[in-house]
């Protein structure tokens, strides 16, 4: 069983940044494939951003150029950093671990774009 805890989230005025943090229990977190997900109110959850074990990371295109993921196998850690953050990446981001097929879900973190 892998626990997944999201952390970083918060209050933040467009154009500024946060970082991420999701960390994980258990064994063989570097063989999973980490991605986040955001909900926001109303809409569907939808996929941000994924890294794989050896490293290749995928964006939605909503993304690309502004978020950065990144993962240290040592902690055991998957980080999201958010640049030039807009009032419509408002809403709850969510960490997902990946391993055969089984898939492991963190608890969120809300993040709020706002002046």
């Known amino acids: 069983q892998v626990q997944l805890v999201e952390s970083g989230g918060g209050l933040v005025q467009p154009g500024g940044s946060l970082r991420l943090s999701c960390a994980a229990s258990g064994s063989f977190f570097s063989a999973y494939v980490m991605s986040w997900y955001r909900q926001a109110p109303g809409k569907q959850r939808g996929l941000v951003a994924t890294i794989t074990p050896g490293g290749t990371t995928i964006y939605a295109d909503s993304m690309k150029g502004r978020f950065t993921i990144s993962r240290d196998n040592a902690k055991n850690t998957v980080y999201l950093q958010m640049n030039s953050l807009k009032p419509e990446d408002t809403a709850v981001y969510y960490c997902?671990?990946?391993?055969?097929?089984?898939?492991?879900w963190g608890q969120g973190t809300q993040v709020t774009v706002s002046s």
């Open positions: 997902k671990g990946t391993f055969t097929i089984r898939e492991y």
